[in-house]
């Protein structure tokens, strides 16, 4: 028996690296299709930031501008540089920082303060029609959601389908994807 069962040990090791090695991480969903907030991505490739950018039809309710840091899964990252395409089960994290100045010894500039919101592109054929789904995990006030239902289409993907430079995705801001997309590293 022990004899049978050894080299079956040795597949499902090998199948389990190999998930490690091609999975995408962060890409997972409740049996409710709600997507289920990724802990490690900021460990994950650095896609770009941005200061201060407000979209068209938003207001900046305090005025006060924000650092937008984008994520991006490393699977879909090296799908992306080699392919030029990104693959389902890509997943962007978008995350946005206060910006703070003049604190001890700073004399000018600013840097990220506080994480006040957190947000998911996530590329998924099978289960959205428009292949895109966005989510919020912001609750303001409160902690950030540990899960979240995709936002209507209107809310989010028509903005991403209209202007953002690559299949849904703002590649334009960000010079990681910019610079890698097809070309293998
Ligand atoms: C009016 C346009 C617009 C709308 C509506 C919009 N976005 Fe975006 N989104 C942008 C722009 C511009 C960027 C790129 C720059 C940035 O914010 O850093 C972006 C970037 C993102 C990113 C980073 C990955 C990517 O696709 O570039 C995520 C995640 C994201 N938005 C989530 C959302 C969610 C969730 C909603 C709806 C609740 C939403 N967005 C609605 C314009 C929009």
Redesign the pocket.
Known sequence: MARRLFPLLILAAIAGMAYAQSGFQGFRFTSENEFIRPQEYRRWIF????LG?V????EQADGAERF?N?YINPAAYDAYAKTGEFPAGTV???EIMTAREKTSILNGGRYEDQLVGL???VKAPDRFKEK?A???FTDPGKPFLEKAAA?KPE??W???KQ??ADD????Q??PTLRDARGKGN
Do not use: P, Q, R
């Not at 896609?47 to 941005?50: D, E, H, P, Y």
């Not at 849904?168 to 590649?171: A, E, L, R, S, Y």
């Open positions: 896609a770009g930031s941005s950018l979209y068209e039809g938003e937008h984008v962007l994290m978008l947000a998911a592109a895109w966005y989510f919020s936002n809310e989010c028509t903005c991403h202007h953002g849904n995705v703002f590649v801001f960000y």
